[in-house]
T-cell receptor
Framework: EDQVTQSPEALRLQEGESSSLNCSYT??????LFWYRQDPGKGPEFLFT???AGEEKEKERLKATLTKKESFLHITAPKPEDSATYLC????????????FGTGTRLLVSP | EPEVTQTPSHQVTQMGQEVILRCVPI?????FYWYRQILGQKVEFLVS????????KSEIFDDQFSVERPDGSNFTLKIRSTKLEDSAMYFC???????????FGAGTRLSVL
């Protein structure tokens, strides 16, 4: 069974204080690993897809990396508007592209 | 980014009643998904739907649940006899197959009393 574990559960940063979120996974053949952002009461908003170990993607203050067992979401010099829950999901190479999500990391960035 | 619209945004129902949740309107998409998120828990896959048929479903998706695309645009999730434990956010997602990205709607919050 595919599984995703995210840590920490919650993270509080000061504005400008860089940090990383972790996503470790087990999957029977990785088709893709996805990062989403979720604001309270809203649906997940797509950020990145990673397909193979060593791959990196960047968008503004966010950078996602992938190894064979985990992914990191690095947040550089965060701003208060980066406060959200960040979700990691994996897609195995069996089935019809369903996503298996972790419980997320709640990020709060204080001014 | 494709827009995924869900209605209603909030549905309150009595236990045992039937509810229908909708994704509207969607065009030029063939792959659809329903996920749910119980308050404070992870987003969980319910069902995937391709070419007007269920392609995969989870253990959660029992006989109380059904999906259909009745008019070629709306994509619906029906819960026949709601239970208290069905209270959750329900998200519809569509697949951009070229990019292999699932885009989610804002969700319907279902409250079963």
């Amino acid at each position: 069974e595919d599984q995703v574990t995210q840590s920490p559960e919650a993270l509080r940063l000061q504005e400008g204080e860089s940090s990383s979120l972790n996503c470790s996974y087990t999957v029977s053949g990785l088709r893709g690993l996805f990062w989403y952002r979720q604001d309270p009461g809203k649906g997940p908003e797509f950020l990145f897809t990673l397909y193979s170990a060593g791959e990196e993607k960047e968008k503004e203050r966010l950078k996602a990396t992938l190894t064979k067992k985990e992914s990191f979401l690095h947040i550089t010099a965060p701003k208060p508007e980066d406060s959200a829950t960040y979700l990691c999901a994996v897609q195995g190479n069996t089935g019809f592209q369903k996503l298996v999500f972790g419980t997320g990391t709640r990020l709060l960035v204080s001014p | 980014e494709p827009e995924v619209t869900q209605t209603p945004s909030h549905q309150v129902t009595q236990m045992g009643q039937e509810v229908i949740l909708r994704c509207v309107p969607i065009s030029n998409h063939l792959y659809f998904y329903w996920y749910r998120q119980i308050l404070g828990q992870k987003v969980e896959f319910l069902v995937s739907f391709y070419n007007n048929e269920i392609s995969e479903k989870s253990e959660i998706f029992d006989d109380q649940f059904s999906v259909e695309r009745p008019d070629g645009s709306n994509f619906t999730l029906k819960i026949r006899s709601t239970k208290l434990e069905d209270s959750a956010m329900y998200f519809c997602a569509i697949l951009d197959r070229d990019k292999n990205i699932q885009y989610f709607g804002a969700g319907t919050r279902l409250s079963v009393l």
